[in-house]
């Protein structure tokens, strides 16, 4: 296409990056904006620009905010002494929606990968021991994902701290309304044995 | 979540309203914009709030612009002669995409649709009566999907066009690369009536 739409083609190109959407969608997304300029595009953008603005990493736990500390970190009404160590906020997010979970998060930013090179240095893992050390810790749950990397990073967490508090991880059986037959066997053998009496 | 990530929340539920993208995969997008933001967060929201103001429908055609017309009925080198009646913008840059049409367009803006009650008032039909009479068009190609909706439409413009202009649709048949066994019956049905000699 020529030149007086290549902002609307910049803008295809910039969407395809998003992921979730590839270059198809992405032109279809584009479209449906500028039908819907007043309606969606205009506060999009303003949304764009104001969290490109604000949002920030919190400089305890890692969750993204808008202050230094973040909504969690900063409220009175969560329990200090347990810490729920996730992989990345999307994880952290998840739990909050369950509304469960009463005390505050560590986020990793990722998980051990020797693949990847990704050893404790580049996770938030050092500053947990501190956190550990210097807060008054009584309980860390591992809710890291049952993938191989997740686990490594948990035993590693698991060896750093050891002695010092309570270690927990999250229970593994059949999700809330799964169908065994849909199940692998994994899952299967993990809810076997942690099976309970009626 | 607390109140200083409201902006955030606002944004994810900005973002699932578009096409192809839910909530989840909206707060997906959204930790990645944050994680992007010199990169891709800064530069999707300024190139958003460019093409809020500068896009436009251009005024012949109905294609999307930042002009009065577009850049194709601005353009010197297309045909004056062939009119490709598309279904909406989307059609119309998947047939530049192909490259291989050298007239211009005309957008209708959807398909008749007795079901959602759209007439042929609500889309571009008498604006394209008046451009064959007004413009020196020679051919109308109806280049509008095989649904039922887009051959009732393909049917009516005919009915209103008949006799004034040499009118045709696009072939029907098996895709490039596409396997017999993938294909519908209609498609095999209608390649099969209009198969040619080798």
Redesign the interface.
């Known amino acids: ?5 290549r ?2 083609d ?2 295809i190109e ?2 395809a ?5 590839g270059p198809r ?1 992405a ?8 039908r819907k ?1 007043a309606l ?13 603005a ?2 920030r990493e919190c400089a305890r736990c890692g969750n ?4 230094d500390l ?3 970190c ?2 009175e009404k969560r329990a200090t002494g347990e810490l729920c160590v996730v992989e ?3 994880d952290l ?1 998840a739990m ?1 929606r369950s509304g469960v979970f009463k005390g505050r998060y560590h986020v990793l930013g990722g998980t051990l990968s020797a693949l990847d090179s990704i050893g404790p240095e580049e996770l938030r893992i050092p500053r947990l021991v501190t956190r550990v050390e210097t807060e008054e810790i009584t309980e860390v749950i591992l809710a890291v994902g049952a993938t191989i990397d997740g686990q490594t990073t948990a035993h590693y967490i698991a060896d750093q701290l050891e002695g010092r508090v309570r270690l927990t991880s999250l229970a593994q059986g059949v999700p809330i309304g799964g169908e065994l037959d849909y199940l692998d066997d994994g899952t299967i053998t993990a809810a076997l044995n942690a099976r309970k009496d009626i």
Request: aromatic share 2%; net charge negative.
């Open positions: 296409m020529g030149n007086s739409t902002d609307i910049a803008l910039l969407m990056k998003l992921p979730g959407l969608s032109r279809r997304a584009v479209l449906h904006l500028i300029r969606l595009l205009t506060p999009l953008a303003d949304m764009m620009q104001q969290v490109a604000t949002a993204v905010g808008t202050e973040c909504d969690i900063n409220s990345d906020v999307a997010w909050e």
